[in-house]
């Protein structure tokens, strides 16, 4: 046994196997791949509902003032308004619901991200 084998063996007392290694590297960058994946999804999902709901707003905010301005009494208009209201608070209620949803999907995924690297992902 020569004297770097000898060296070598004391600085490693253990086998190496370098295809085991390779595809445990393999198998985390996949976890860590597919969790951001995943969280890209959930962005785009949110994203997708969001500009949804903008443009809902948007409609609503045009059908209340179209509703106003045919409203010929007081009574009327208000009784446009009390409906506008009512479903606008409704909306905010479940607009906030969902920002609660989002943001915990995206802190699930993301704390798997970083939990302890790509391994946390798996």
């Known amino acids: 046994m020569s004297e770097t084998q000898?060296?070598?063996?004391?600085?490693?007392?253990?086998s190496f196997d370098t295809s085991e290694f390779a595809a445990l590297?393999?198998?985390?960058?996949?976890?860590?791949?597919?969790?951001?994946?995943?969280?890209?999804?959930?962005?785009q999902e949110a994203n997708r509902h969001w500009m949804d709901r903008f443009q809902s707003e948007a409609n609503l905010a045009s059908e209340y003032a179209s509703n106003l301005s045919g409203a010929r009494t007081i009574p009327d208009a208000?009784?446009?308004s009390r409906d506008w209201a009512t479903r606008y608070f409704q909306r905010l209620a479940e607009d906030?619901?969902?920002?609660?949803?989002?943001?915990r999907k995206f802190m699930?995924?993301?704390?798997?991200?970083l939990a302890n690297g790509p391994a946390a992902a798996a």
Do not use: C, S, W, Y
Request: glycine content about 6%; hydrophobic content about 40%.
């Open 96 to 103: 906030g619901k969902h920002f609660a949803d989002d943001t």
């Open 78 to 80: 208000m009784a446009v």
């Open 108 to 113: 699930e995924t993301g704390a798997r991200l």
């Open 6 to 14: 000898t060296h070598t063996e004391k600085a490693f007392p253990f």
């Open 25 to 43: 590297g393999k198998k985390r960058m996949e976890a860590f791949v597919n969790a951001q994946t995943e969280l890209l999804d959930e962005i």
